[in-house]
């Protein structure tokens, strides 16, 4: 791009930062989140169950896999990031473009990993499909989406409570694509063989993905459209710092380490249950209509927390809110693990506790990441959004990918294959995992909110005080 058509893009993005904040940008935003839960929750809700179940794969390779994909992403997220940060301005801004430019791409690579027609392939192209689908997906077009998706937030606005909004207005967007996917799916991708067994069919979720990839990619261009980036994130030229020397800025902040922790110890217990719950439901209590009631109702709690969420946080502060929500998700499935019921309403209300708690810290995780970025500011007067919260999703992959891995190793020590997914002693292992490691992790997580993390209510609102003042002393 020319100088001069450079100087006509700040121009028009000028003009455009002009439009006040609103219901259209949190709208917009909202339908971000659910263009990427679209594709990001039907593969963490189906695809270990599509490998295992369909294709014949074993769990353990399945997780191990998901585990080494993830791996790529430490390069190409932060990659990601630095590509942002370093973007010029558009009219629209330096994010939005990016997220129109991988739209199509994210959507495609997600339905290329559901191939039932490859299930009597050699093992050895199954694995590589798998592996090779999944890192296309995850790795390339969904990094290219969501790292400039998610670092967008603080581009919209500096107010520390519309950054709230568009954090609860994110996890608005996500619910109601995880309404869409785990509770009408499992409606749809399950049927009964001549045992009467629910058993997951192959072809259902391959045309489910097929759906929920075009809607993807049609919700993607309402985001860009709504949107508008009002805040100029431009560091001076002499003030740009090299790979290595912005992780020893984000890497020795506190802040910063406390919401990775914490992040990653979330990531690995949600993941872990809700990746369980396919098995729990169709394999211990063969009922996956309850999978969707469960799901209903664990996604109705967190819209309805949505709605007073931010008043919530303006009166206890943020961090105080997430921690009390790990207390709450730690004990309940303690208590599942400890009643080990049979009845599947009683293991419903524990896992929507579960739910309710885990919601807190979803609805608020977003603007605690921009609250770090600003803590990193405040003290290294240094602002790189893309890139700290490439790392942040980075860290969120990880306990994804670590979720993928649990999941897979709880199965194989369980003894579950394909002719073994009714058996007694194994479904009972299956729930005795399923509910005491998630337990476990949600326990840390809590530890890690106390300890490490230091952004509390008083201290965010100093930081956003001291940008402001700065902010207006350089104008």
């Known amino acids: 791009m020319s100088k ?7 121009a028009q993005f000028e003009e455009n930062a002009k439009r006040p904040f609103g219901m259209r940008d949190k709208i917009g935003y909202a339908a971000g989140d659910f263009a990427n839960d679209l594709t990001f929750v039907i593969a963490a809700l189906f695809m ?13 390779i399945v997780g191990a896999l998901m585990m080494a994909a993830k791996v790529v992403d430490a390069f190409t ?38 191939a039932p027609y490859f299930a009597d392939k050699p093992m050895g192209f199954k694995v590589f499909w798998m592996f090779f689908t999944y890192l296309l997906w995850g790795s390339v077009c969904y990094t ?15 107010d520390a409570k519309q950054r709230t909004e568009l954090s609860t207005w994110r996890n608005i967007g996500a619910t109601v694509a995880q309404i869409i996917i785990a509770v009408v799916l499992p409606l749809v991708v ?19 993905s097929a759906v929920c990839s075009v809607l993807a990619f049609l919700v993607y261009m309402v985001c860009c459209h709504l949107t508008t980036e009002r805040v100029k994130i431009e560091n001076k030229k002499e003030d740009q710092k090299n790979v290595a020397q912005l992780f020893g800025i984000i890497f020795t902040n506190r802040a910063f380490l406390g919401i990775i922790i914490s ?37 109705g709690i967190v819209l309805v927390l949505s709605t007073f969420i931010t008043k919530l946080a303006e009166k206890f502060g943020k961090k105080e809110l997430a921690t009390f929500g790990a207390i709450v998700a730690a004990v309940s499935q303690f208590a599942a693990f400890a009643v080990h019921t049979h009845n599947v309403v009683v293991y419903i209300v524990l896992y929507c506790i579960t739910y309710a708690g885990m919601g807190l810290f979803n609805l608020l995780c977003w603007a605690m990441i921009i609250d770090v970025i600003d803590d990193i500011e405040v003290k290294n007067h240094l602002r790189s959004d893309g890139t700290v919260y490439s790392v942040y999703s980075f860290a969120r992959k990880l306990g994804q990918a670590g979720a993928s891995g649990i999941s897979g190793a709880m199965l194989t020590a369980a003894g579950y294959t394909a002719a073994t997914q009714f058996d007694t002693n194994v479904v009972n292992s299956i729930y005795n995992m399923s509910t005491l490691i998630p337990a476990i992790l949600y326990a840390c997580m809590v530890a890690s909110l106390l300890l490490i993390y230091p952004l509390t209510r008083s201290k965010v609102n100093a930081n956003v005080e001291t940008l402001r003042r700065r902010r207006a002393e350089n104008q």
């Open 263 to 299: 992040a990653l110890f979330l990531l690995l217990a949600q993941m872990t249950l809700s990746s369980m719950i396919n098995y729990v439901y169709p394999n211990y209590f063969n009922n996956t209509t309850f999978l969707s009631i469960s799901s209903l109702v664990g996604c």
């Open 77 to 114: 997220d932060v990659a990601m990031g630095q590509i942002c940060d370093r973007s010029g301005y558009t009219a629209r801004g330096k994010f939005a473009p990016w997220v129109r430019r991988f739209a199509g791409p994210v959507a495609v690579a997600s339905f290329l990993i559901f």
């Open 190 to 208: 399950y049927t009964k063989n001549a045992q009467g067994q629910s058993v997951l069919s192959g072809s259902r979720v391959m045309m489910a």
């Open 144 to 158: 290219g989406v969501n790292i400039p998706y998610g670092s967008m937030a603080s581009a919209m606005t500096d």
């Open 48 to 60: 270990m169950k599509f490998y295992t179940d369909v294709m014949d794969v074993s769990g353990a």
């Open 4 to 10: 001069t058509d450079s100087a006509k893009a700040l």
